[in-house]
């Protein structure tokens, strides 16, 4: 069972569960543990924009996103251009209308394009481009991605634009768009933003390792340090070489209870480029050099989940 993890989802996890899934960590994952990684990250394509100095940017990955008139809270993952035009990257299932457990971005309903989305600190955005209203428009028929190709670009105001930082916050990157995938074993990491976790920043930066693909490689299965909870979702992952990989779409509690299901990036990204409209999109990779684990930051902060993963 499955269920979106944007705001919505509060009715569906339990306190007692968010506590159970936070003492799910395990040893940082063994180095023969990790995976070869079958294709190189593809860089990113220069960004046309001057972007805002990191420290003082208003707009980057990791900003809390609010769609108006429906839907619900959920975080940035990427920064994203086409045309000229500057996006943030979110989940899909951020603008639904539905239930939360409706995970089926074919039928679930959802709110139109042009939809007004705040951004954290006042700011306003508009939806420029959803899988789901996408591939209902099409007539979609594929289970994989009906299933698990949970994406959306939300349009930054150009008045806005200079106040746009890429990078992803704590970790640095992206350094391009990985084309990986997150085979078994693999290492991953993310930052949440959920205001469940009641602004305790130290939270939000995780490791995670992959259970391995899920939807025919549309989406992989994901155990996180703790958890991605409500208000995460669209939230990005990056592989273990800084390349952006994945967006958080559901939280799992079956079979593998608060595992996290998450979007691949390229296939959606894909997707986008050859149905949205916008003409190719691109991924902005970061102004700070991907690293897993500051300087000053313990390992442990940020280790990797052993255990039920890797035991299949």
């Not at 992989?220 to 390349?243: F, I, K, Q, R």
């Not at 691949?264 to 691109?282: E, P, Q, V």
């Amino acid at each position: 069972m499955a269920a979106r993890s944007g705001v919505r989802l509060r009715g569906v996890l339990t306190a007692a569960a968010v506590t159970a899934a936070v003492v799910i960590v395990g040893a940082v994952l063994p180095a023969t543990a990790q995976p070869a990684h079958a294709a190189p990250t593809v860089p990113a394509a220069p960004a046309g924009p001057a972007w805002a100095p990191e420290s003082s940017a208003a707009i980057h990955p990791g900003v809390l996103l609010s769609s108006t008139g429906g839907g619900g809270q959920c975080t940035a993952n990427f920064v994203f251009t086409a045309g000229g035009r500057t996006f943030l990257g979110q989940a899909a299932h951020c603008t639904a209308t539905g239930e939360a457990t409706d995970t089926n971005g074919c039928t679930s309903t959802t709110l139109p394009l042009g939809t007004e989305v705040d951004i954290a600190g006042g700011r306003k955005a508009t939806l420029a481009y959803s899988s789901w209203a996408t591939m209902q428009g099409r007539g979609e028929t594929d289970r994989g991605a009906c299933s698990a190709n949970d994406f959306a670009l939300v349009e930054i105001a150009p008045s806005d634009v200079a106040t746009v930082n890429p990078t992803m916050p704590f970790f640095g990157g992206p350094t391009g768009v990985s084309r990986s995938g997150l085979p078994k074993g693999a290492q991953t990491y993310t930052y949440g933003n959920s205001p469940l976790r009641g602004g305790v920043s130290a939270l939000s930066p995780k490791g995670g390792v992959s259970n391995g693909d899920t939807d025919g490689g549309w989406g992989h299965e994901v155990y996180t340090v703790n958890p991605g909870v409500p208000g995460d979702s669209g939230s990005g992952y990056l592989d273990a070489d800084g390349g952006a990989v994945a967006i958080l779409s559901t939280l799992n509690l079956a079979p593998l209870p608060v595992s996290n299901g998450v979007a691949d990036l390229a296939r959606a990204l894909a997707y986008a480029n050859a149905y949205g409209g916008l003409g190719t999109i691109s991924l902005v990779p970061g102004t700070r050099a991907f690293t897993p684990n500051p300087p000053g930051v313990p390992a442990t902060a940020v280790a990797v989940p052993a255990g039920p993963p890797l035991g299949g």
